[in-house]
């Protein structure tokens, strides 16, 4: 007889409490349910997320139902460190409209040391909380996010 499956509020708390274990940063439910709201029920095209005042908690700093990419980069400070999960669509030849979850760490240089750190050191906490990601994209200026960028990334083997 196998066991039961837990409950998904169980299976969230238990990734917020493993989450906060390994970095001292927690992940706020607000993120994990955007997060949902997106993957699911397409009710945004992105989330931006940052840390809260005081660095201890990761928060929900922006959802957007618009589909322009430029306005998703528009909405990434120029100086300060942010993580993003964007519903990128793109098609590929005769294969159709694809989508791919793409996981964005924003950490520009112009960002102060200290965020930078902490921003980096925490990326892992709420990567790991957002299950179904597709594919990761790291970037410090504009270019490195750019759309043909992304696209060369989550086109690859699709």
Same mark, same amino acid.
């Not at 970095?23 to 439910?29: E, F, L, M, R």
């Given at each position: ?8 509020? !169980?299976? =969230? ?5 493993? =989450?906060?274990? $390994? ?15 997106? %993957?699911?029920?397409?009710?945004? &095209? ?18 957007? &139902?618009?589909?322009?990419?430029? $306005? ?27 989508? &791919? ?10 960002? &102060?040391? %200290? ?9 892992? $906490? ?8 597709? =594919?990761?994209?790291?970037? $410090?200026?504009?270019?490195? !996010? ?11 083997? =699709?």
């Amino acid at each position: 007889m196998s066991s039961p499956v837990p409950p998904s509020s !169980v299976v =969230a708390d238990r990734l917020l409490d493993y =989450a906060k274990a $390994t970095s001292g940063v927690a992940v706020n439910q607000a993120c994990l349910d955007q997060y949902q709201e997106l %993957k699911l029920k397409k009710q945004h &095209k992105y989330v931006i997320y940052k840390l809260n005042p005081n660095m201890t908690e990761i928060i929900v700093d922006k959802s957007s &139902k618009d589909t322009d990419y430029e $306005t998703f980069l528009g909405d990434l400070p120029v100086d300060e460190p942010r993580w993003a999960v964007y519903d990128f669509e793109y098609s590929k030849g005769d294969a159709g409209k694809r989508n &791919k979850l793409v996981f964005y760490s924003w950490n520009p240089d112009g960002a &102060k040391i %200290k965020q930078k750190m902490v921003y980096a050191s925490s990326r892992d $906490t709420l990567r790991k909380a957002l299950v179904g990601i597709a =594919a990761e994209i790291q970037g $410090t200026d504009l270019d490195e !996010v750019g759309h043909d960028t992304v696209f060369d990334r989550v086109s690859k083997g =699709a």
